[in-house]
């Protein structure tokens, strides 16, 4: 089995920080691709960041220069710097891993997704 567990959400007033962290456990080979995604009321869920394994990044445009995303592979984690923090960033936040994990004999390349942790920003 493989978990995704996410934390750091929270308030935080405009123009703050927060960061958040995502650790992966379970029967992991290897993690390939890991992200955030969020998810505001009404909207559909969007790629706020991504890094490869190797350490290339992408980032949504709205994100940029605001957002660090980095990952230590020791760790099997992945984190999202969120500074100067916008009231339009109040979303869900999930953490996503392209990973291969074990099954029986065999290993399996499968998307996972973390339960999700609420960012909100506000005065």
């Known amino acids: 089995q493989v978990q995704l567990v996410e934390s750091g959400g929270g308030l935080v007033q405009p123009g703050g920080s927060l960061r958040l962290s995502c650790a992966a456990s379970g029967s992991i080979f290897s993690i390939l691709n890991m992200g955030w995604y969020r998810q505001a009321p009404g909207k559909q869920r969007e790629l706020v960041a991504a890094i490869t394994r190797g350490g290339s990044t992408n980032y949504a445009d709205s994100v940029k220069g605001r957002f660090t995303i980095s990952r230590d592979n020791a760790k099997n984690t992945v984190y999202l710097q969120m500074n100067r923090l916008k009231p339009e960033d109040t979303a869900v936040y999930y953490c996503?891993?392209?990973?291969?994990?074990?099954?029986?004999?065999?290993?399996?390349?499968?998307?996972?997704w973390g339960q999700g942790t609420q960012v909100t920003v506000s005065s």
């Open positions: 996503n891993a392209d990973l291969a994990h074990y099954t029986g004999s065999y290993t399996l390349r499968e998307d996972f």
